[in-house]
């Protein structure tokens, strides 16, 4: 779980690198400070947020929206106190059942204005719902804590007006830098923010990240189709496939052994081809070098070393377009460059789309978590199917005759015939994983 701090939010080249970051860094939710957006133009906040986000505002304390809060459509976000300097709001993680409190901040400049935010941090502090609820703190307070967290610091005087209010205020509220302690050590001890670079601000971005609510979750296996490119993947079938040595009619030794091809072709995809763009990019690192070390320095054992390298990128290379393309479903880039990054952004986008945020039941009672909607999609499908305790089926073969009027043709009843004499031969199992 992430949460995120940005600033600046008003032009198209900003637009363009936060929904980027975004879709790299993967937050659920964060606030933009000092956007520099009017209340009139507030819908262009959508530009910069990856589609189906929502955000708020304190547009209602200040016209220039100092505080944007902005959401994953799998968070539910509630505004408990907005103000000019603050916002506050309960973040309810569904797909993990947790509630948290979040303030997200940003003090004004002047020493007095910056009293009234830390009246609210007191006042949100003593109401009752905060005894048992995680409560963070984010933002730029504008204001140090230390005289060393002045850049300026031991060369110069800095001033110290301020931090002893700031530093009775955290006192006062039990507030502390991450890691935490109380509730938030209690809950999430393993919780830490980091500060990373500020590319195109003046203020860094800051990550708050909870490794615990992260989850892990095997993925169903699925064919990939570059994997077909690897020299050892014809020996891996021909060595895998056996269906002679399995018991039981034709159909029950073709879907066993593609259950026992799985774990052989999983295998090949991790072992070669796991995080494709990383291998991407390392390898094309390593080719560019040997090229350099081949113009310098020409002999046959650099240009062996350099061609072999390089069939080892173009082999990753076609991986990396496959996987995209069979990811991304885009079937008609299938000229010009190899559309990677297009595919990429397509993929990403998808998967977006598709996701499964939340479900409603019929009595209108709100799935968030993963374990409930697994649970309410088996028992939906399994009410429509129904379920039987039979081993064997009642229905016969004439019966289902009079059911299904399709029959194969003769070309097509011989085809299948051929293929299942054929079972236990290595072409006909790299037919049927086509196909399937």
Not at 258 to 277: A, C, G, P, Y
Not at 344 to 358: E, S
Request: positive net charge; charged residues 20%.
């Amino acid at each position: 779980m992430v949460q995120t701090i940005f600033i600046g939010l008003n032009s198209d080249r900003r637009h363009t690198f936060v929904r980027d970051w975004i879709t790299t860094n993967r937050p659920l939710f964060g606030a933009f400070l000092e956007t520099h957006i009017q209340s009139s133009n507030a819908a262009r906040i959508h530009n910069a947020i990856p589609r189906g986000w929502k955000f708020f505002g304190n547009y209602e304390h200040h016209n220039v929206g100092r505080i944007v809060v902005v959401w994953d459509p799998s968070v539910s976000v509630f505004i408990y106190k907005a103000t000019k300097q603050a916002v506050t709001c309960r973040i309810y993680i569904m797909a993990e059942n947790v509630n948290l409190t979040i303030t997200f901040v940003y003090g004004l400049n002047v020493i007095g204005d910056r009293q009234a935010l830390w009246n609210d941090l007191a006042h949100t502090h003593s109401t009752p719902a905060m005894l048992h609820s995680p409560w963070a703190v984010l933002g730029d307070f504008n204001q140090i804590m230390w005289l060393a967290n002045h850049s300026g610091y031991p060369h110069r005087v800095v001033d110290d007006i301020g931090m002893e209010d700031l530093n009775l205020t955290l006192q006062d509220v039990e507030l502390f830098e991450a890691p935490a302690k109380g509730v938030w050590a209690s809950r999430f001890p393993d919780a830490y923010a980091d500060f990373v670079e500020p590319r195109q601000s003046d203020h860094a971005t800051c990550i708050f990240k909870i490794p615990s609510l992260r989850r892990y979750s095997r993925k169903p296996f699925k064919f990939y189709h570059h994997i077909i490119n690897h020299p050892e993947y014809p020996t891996v079938v021909a060595e895998g496939w056996n269906p002679g040595s399995i018991m039981g009619s034709n159909q029950f030794k073709l879907v066993r052994s593609m259950k026992v091809m799985k774990k052989e072709l999983r295998k090949i995809n991790t072992t070669h081809f796991s995080d494709i763009s990383m291998r991407v990019k390392d390898h094309t690192v390593k080719v560019e070098a040997l090229q350099r070390e081949l113009l310098t320095q020409p002999n046959a054992a650099n240009a062996v070393d350099e061609h072999r390298e390089r069939d080892k990128l173009n082999i990753l290379l076609t991986a990396e377009h496959k996987f995209f393309r069979q990811r991304s479903r885009v079937r008609w880039a299938d000229v010009g460059d190899r559309n990677t990054p297009f595919l990429y952004k397509a993929v990403t986008q998808r998967n977006t789309y598709n996701h499964i945020h939340y479900l409603r039941d019929e009595n209108a009672n709100f799935l968030g978590t993963t374990a409930e909607i697994k649970s309410h999609t088996a028992a939906y499908f399994k009410n429509i199917l129904g379920e039987t305790d039979l081993f064997e089926s009642p229905s016969t073969v004439d019966s289902l005759k009079e059911l299904l009027p399709f029959r194969c043709s003769d070309i097509q009843q011989a085809y299948l015939r051929r293929v299942q004499s054929q079972m236990g031969t290595v072409s006909s199992s790299c037919v049927l994983l086509g196909i399937l």
